[in-house]
T-cell receptor, first 109, second 115 residues
């Protein structure tokens, strides 16, 4: 079967760095996405990785290792507004997105 | 504002009612999606349309009936729902189906409660 695993909840301190991991087992691989979802709002796109390595976009970076079926989202200089759920999704061989349940990130002052 | 709108934002309906959810995208995209989001569960893909044609129906019960009259509009018709159908229903669109970095843009969702 197809499976995406990510931690249910994480807590971090304002100004710090946090890494949210995602492991996957899917039927084929056409890319991995990270989305951010604030409570009561729609998910919004953060990043896309299809090749191994690190993609940096401001305070957010995303890493992919296809051989290990592993990705992480790195958030630097955390701000209170980063409190949200972070969703990992893999595009399978049918170009459908398989979603993880999301990681709720709590930022403390 | 993502360019994808959904109405209504909240809906309470009885199990014998018939209602419809509406989604409209103003992005010129060709693909549209319906998802179900339940608490602490992964997003469940329900239906996919590409150029108005349905390409996927992921074993969704027949009490959910999609309609896509054109590339900008998507409906989800609901009838004789069950309490376990209570969830957030999200509509999304993307430029195309597949083909690389095909990010999806989501609407704000309809919070559905079945009583």
């Amino acid at each position: 079967g197809q499976n995406i695993d990510q931690p249910t909840e994480m807590t971090a301190t304002e100004g710090a760095i946090v890494q949210i991991n995602c492991t996957y087992q899917t039927s084929g691989f056409n890319g991995l996405f990270w989305y951010q979802q604030h409570a009561g709002e729609a998910p919004t796109f953060l990043s896309y990785n299809v090749l191994d390595g690190l993609e940096e976009k401001g305070r957010f970076s995303s890493f992919l290792s296809r051989s290990k079926g592993y990705s992480y989202l790195l958030l630097k200089e955390l701000q209170m507004k980063d409190s949200a759920s972070y969703l990992c999704a893999v595009e399978d061989s049918n170009y459908q997105l398989i979603w993880g349940a999301g990681t709720k990130l709590i930022i403390k002052p | 504002e993502t360019g994808v709108t959904q109405t209504p934002r909240h809906l309470v309906m009885g199990m014998t009612n018939k209602k419809s959810l509406k989604c409209e995208q103003h992005l010129g995209h060709n693909a549209m999606y319906w998802y179900k989001q339940s608490a602490k569960k992964p997003l469940e893909l329900m239906f996919v349309y590409n150029f108005k044609e349905q390409t996927e129906n992921n074993s969704v019960p027949s009490r959910f009936s999609p309609e896509c009259p054109n590339s900008s509009h998507l409906f989800l018709h609901l009838h004789t729902l069950q309490p376990e159908d209570s969830a957030l229903y999200l509509c999304a669109s993307s430029q195309d189906l597949g083909q690389g970095a095909n990010e999806q843009y989501f609407g704000p969702g309809t919070r559905l409660t079945v009583t």
